[in-house]
């Protein structure tokens, strides 16, 4: 039971280079979300969805893009990364309702120079 | 929208019962109250979660006071392994497309002292 899996663990850019980073969960769960958390800090929404074809906002979505197409998969894009964006990335998932839990990725490491 | 506030950090003597607590004094009648954990740089962790009554599982307990306007974990014997940031969060926070968003504040770095 994978749960859910984000790709890659480490990465570096330069500044201006674009990037995808892949979350996957195998436990057919309806809600996806991306945080970004800096050091130090606590964990800041980015972009969230309740299911394929369905996105919103969250507390810091300038720079990102999301799209989800399948339950299974919700990738965020960074079109041209700043280092500002220089944090660590977590995924999440959940059921639908009112009374289930996030279950959360290991995180990326991103470092943009 | 609820909101939630905890102590920015606390420090528990191993073996003793460490007491974290959370004000959420917006919570509205149907939000749940959701206590997380993140140790060192790994993902959250599920801890508990409970609407009115008292809650306990194989971690933590969880009490809500009458007006359920403050909550407090406990975790009845701190180990070195529950040194972690520890975060309070109420049902999701409804977004613009009428769906909800789970958000996170700063947390509770609980140090558990040898």
């Known amino acids: 039971n994978a749960g859910v899996t984000q790709t890659p663990k480490f990465q570096v850019l330069k500044t201006g280079q674009s990037m995808t980073l892949q979350c996957a969960q195998d436990?057919?769960?309806?809600?996806m979300s991306w945080y970004r958390q800096d050091p130090g800090m606590g964990l800041r929404l980015i972009h969230y969805?309740?299911?394929?074809?369905?996105?919103d906002q969250g507390e810091v979505p300038n720079g990102y893009n999301v799209s989800r197409s399948t339950t299974e998969d919700f990738p965020l894009r960074l079109l041209s990364a700043a280092p500002s964006q220089t944090s660590v990335y977590f995924c999440?998932?959940?059921?639908?309702?009112?009374?289930?839990?996030?279950?959360f990725g290991s995180g990326t490491q991103l470092s943009v120079l | 929208d609820a909101k939630t506030t905890q102590p920015p950090s606390m420090d528990c003597a191993e073996g003793r019962a460490a007491n974290l607590p959370c004000n959420h004094s917006?919570?509205?009648?149907?939000?749940?109250v959701y206590w997380y954990r993140q140790i060192h740089s790994q993902g959250p962790q599920y801890i508990i979660h409970?609407?009115?009554n008292n809650e306990t599982n194989e971690m933590a307990s969880l009490i809500i006071t009458e007006d359920r306007k403050s909550s407090t974990l406990i975790l009845p014997h701190a180990t070195l392994r529950d040194t972690a940031v520890y975060y309070c969060?109420?049902?999701?926070?409804?977004?613009?497309?009428?769906?909800?968003?789970?958000?996170f504040g700063t947390g509770t770095r609980l140090k558990v002292l040898a």
């Open positions: 969060i109420v049902r999701p926070v409804k977004g613009t497309s009428g769906t909800y968003k789970y958000i």
């Open positions: 969805s309740v299911g394929a074809g369905i996105t």
């Open positions: 409970g609407l009115k």
């Open positions: 436990m057919n769960h309806e809600y």
């Open positions: 999440a998932s959940r059921r639908g309702g009112a009374n289930e839990k996030l279950f």
């Open positions: 917006t919570i509205s009648g149907n939000e749940y």
